[in-house]
C-alpha cells in the first residue's frame, strides 16, 4: 500500500515526465510532501481512519458557491425555495443550483467529513475548526456591488465574518490559550475565494442603478476591484490563512440570460433596468461557463476592450455579449497576475500559497468537449421563462427539466451540479496550467 501511494504521488508531482531531479528545489519539495502526505494517507486507511488531504476548508464568495447564507436576511438574492435544491438531499435548499456547487465536491473530494461545511449563518462554534462557507448571492468586491437586489454579504464583511469565526476558535477548549496551534491548523486549511461576476452583472453593466461605467473604463475599472481584492486577501493571511484557491471569472457574456438578450428582436442595452427584475429571484451571480462559439478561449488571454473605453451595448453579431466578457478578461489577466506576485518569494503574502482557477479554459474545454460528457443542451437554462430559458430566472415550484444532466445551465446565471462537479475535479486534479496555475487544489493541500 505505501509503496503504491509513494510511486503515485512522486508521479503526481513529476507531471508524468519530469524526475525529482529535474524540477528543481520547489518541484523535489512538492515531490516529497506528496509522498509523505500518501504515506499518512496509507496508514490512515490501513486503521480505518482515512485522513482528509486537508483538515478544513474556509468558503468566499458569490452565488456560484452561497450554500444558504443569504436565507435569513432580506433580499432577493435567495435561492431557499424549489426547484432550488431539488438534487440535494443533505437538508434544505440554499444552493444556486439543482443540487451541489463546485466547493461542496471539493470539500468532499479533499475528504472532509462529514462532506459539506455549514454555511456560517447557521455554524455551531463545534463546526468552524472543521470549516465554514462564508458566501453571499450578489455580493462582490465593492461593498456597493448587488445593493439592487437587497441584503448580502460584500467581501469585506464576509471576512469579518471569518475573523470573528477565528476569535471564536481561539476560545474553544481545542485551541483555548494556544494562538500557535491555531494558527498551524489553519496554515493546513484552504481558503477558496471566488469574486468578481456581480461587480460586473450587478454594478459595471447596469449603468441605470450604478454610475460606475460613467467613472471608470474597463482597465481602471478591473484596477479597483483587483486592489480591493488584494487588500481583502491580505486580511485572510493576517488571519491566519496560507493556502488560497482564487477563482477568475467567467464569460458571463455567454450565460443564458445574456443569450437570450443576444437573441432578442428589441434588444435593450447592456444595462438595461430589466436586468434587475430578470435577476432577481435567482441571485445575481455570474455565470462560469463559455459558449463554444465565444471568440475568448482564456480568462488570462487576450481581452478586445483596450484602454479606458467606454463599454458599448452588443450589436447582436455572435453568441455571446462580447463587450462583457471582452471587460472580464481584463479583469482575470490581472488576477492572474496578482496570484503569480503573491506567490513569489519576499511577497506581501510570504510563505502563503495561491492557486488560480482559469474558470474561462475550463469553460471553454468543457463546452467544446460537451458530447462526451452527456451534455447535448449549452445553451440555456433547466429551469427558467422566455428565451433561452433566461430571460426570467426559475420561479418558485416551477417544474425545471427533466434531465438535468444533460444540461450546462441550471437557470439563467449558474451552472448545474453535473457542471459543477467536472469543474471542481479539473481544480482538484488537472495538470494542465491553463487551468490551474500553478498546481492543482490536491498537490496545494499535500504542501
Not at 404 to 411: I, M, P, T
Request: hydrophobic share 40%; proline share 6%; glycine share 14%.
Amino acid at each position: 500500500m505505501h509503496a503504491v501511494a509513494v510511486s503515485r504521488s512522486i508521479e503526481v508531482a513529476r507531471g508524468g515526465r519530469r524526475s525529482p531531479e529535474t524540477m528543481g528545489y520547489d518541484g523535489r519539495r512538492l515531490a516529497l510532501a506528496l509522498a509523505v502526505a500518501a504515506c499518512w494517507a496509507a496508514e490512515s486507511i490501513a486503521w480505518g481512519a482515512p485522513r482528509p488531504a486537508a483538515p478544513c476548508m474556509y468558503v468566499f464568495g458569490d452565488s456560484l458557491v452561497d450554500n444558504g447564507n443569504n436565507n435569513g436576511i432580506l433580499s432577493l438574492a435567495r435561492a431557499n425555495y424549489r426547484p432550488y435544491g431539488i438534487d440535494f438531499r443533505e437538508g434544505p435548499p440554499g444552493r444556486f443550483t439543482n443540487g451541489r456547487t463546485m466547493v461542496d465536491f471539493l470539500s468532499d473530494m479533499l475528504g472532509l467529513r462529514p462532506p459539506l461545511v455549514p454555511p456560517y449563518a447557521t455554524a455551531r462554534p463545534a463546526d468552524l475548526p472543521r470549516g465554514a462557507n462564508f458566501a453571499s448571492g450578489a455580493s462582490g468586491i465593492l461593498a456597493e456591488t448587488g445593493n439592487n437586489l437587497g441584503g448580502h454579504y460584500p467581501l469585506s464583511e464576509q471576512v469579518e465574518h471569518f475573523r470573528a469565526a477565528v476569535g471564536a476558535m481561539g476560545n474553544a477548549s481545542a485551541f483555548r490559550g494556544n494562538a500557535t496551534r491555531l494558527a498551524e491548523h489553519l496554515g493546513r486549511c484552504i481558503f477558496f475565494v471566488g469574486m468578481g461576476s456581480n461587480d460586473y452583472l450587478n454594478n459595471y453593466f447596469m449603468p441605470g442603478y450604478y454610475d460606475t461605467a460613467q467613472r471608470y473604463g474597463p482597465r481602471d475599472y478591473a484596477a479597483l476591484l483587483l486592489q480591493g481584492y488584494a487588500a481583502q486577501l491580505a486580511a485572510l493571511y493576517g488571519l491566519g490563512a496560507r493556502k488560497f484557491v482564487v477563482a477568475g471569472v467567467g464569460q458571463i457574456g455567454c450565460i443564458p440570460y445574456e443569450l437570450a438578450r443576444m437573441n432578442s428582436d428589441n434588444q435593450p442595452s447592456v444595462g438595461s433596468e430589466d436586468i434587475s427584475i430578470s435577476i432577481g429571484i435567482g441571485g445575481g451571480g455570474g455565470g462560469v461557463w463559455s459558449s463554444p462559439t465565444s471568440s475568448n478561449t482564456s480568462g488570462s488571454g487576450g481581452g478586445g476592450v483596450s484602454g479606458n473605453a467606454k463599454p458599448t451595448p452588443p450589436d447582436g453579431a455572435g453568441a455571446c455579449n462580447e463587450t462583457i466578457n471582452s471587460a472580464i478578461a481584463i479583469y482575470n489577466r490581472g488576477l492572474l497576475a496578482m496570484v503569480k506576485r503573491f506567490n513569489g518569494r519576499g511577497g506581501q503574502l510570504r510563505g502563503a500559497r495561491l492557486v488560480f482557477l482559469d474558470t474561462v479554459q475550463s469553460g471553454t474545454d468543457l463546452a467544446a468537449n460537451a458530447a462526451a460528457h452527456g451534455f447535448t443542451v449549452l445553451d440555456r437554462g433547466c429551469c427558467g421563462v422566455g428565451r433561452n430559458n433566461g430571460q426570467i430566472t426559475c420561479l418558485p415550484l416551477q417544474r425545471p427539466c427533466d434531465d438535468r444532466s444533460a444540461y450546462l445551465f441550471w437557470d439563467a446565471f449558474h451552472p448545474t451540479e453535473a457542471v459543477n462537479r467536472i469543474y471542481a475535479a479539473k481544480a482538484f486534479g488537472s495538470n494542465n496550467t491553463a487551468e490551474v496555475y500553478p498546481i492543482n487544489v490536491s498537490q496545494l493541500a499535500a504542501l
